[in-house]
């Protein structure tokens, strides 16, 4: 199972079965991925200029997923600095 890390109106944590993880991880999902890590490790914008020439999704594909990122770097420092004590 994977936890989501996303509440439901219940306030109950969204999980997702991993046999039925390929359901959400879409065509789309992997495109901004790949988009993200070609921007991380070539260290420059798929399209000539800067973010305002960029399209739409691509700004937004890879902010969400530095915001991601972060998200999880900050949970293993916290979860290291834990393992310590």
Do not use: H
């Not at 901004?32 to 594909?61: K, N, R, S």
């Amino acid at each position: 199972m994977w936890d989501t890390g996303v509440k439901d109106a219940d306030g109950k944590n969204v999980v997702i079965l991993l046999a039925k993880a390929g359901e959400y991880l879409t065509e789309e999902f992997w495109t901004c991925l790949d988009v993200f890590f070609m921007t991380e490790t070539v260290e420059c914008l798929p399209f000539g200029g800067g973010w305002a020439e960029q399209p739409y999704w691509i700004a937004q594909a890879i902010s969400i997923l530095k915001s991601e990122r972060n998200i999880l770097e900050r949970k293993e420092i916290e979860d290291s600095k834990k393992n310590k004590k």
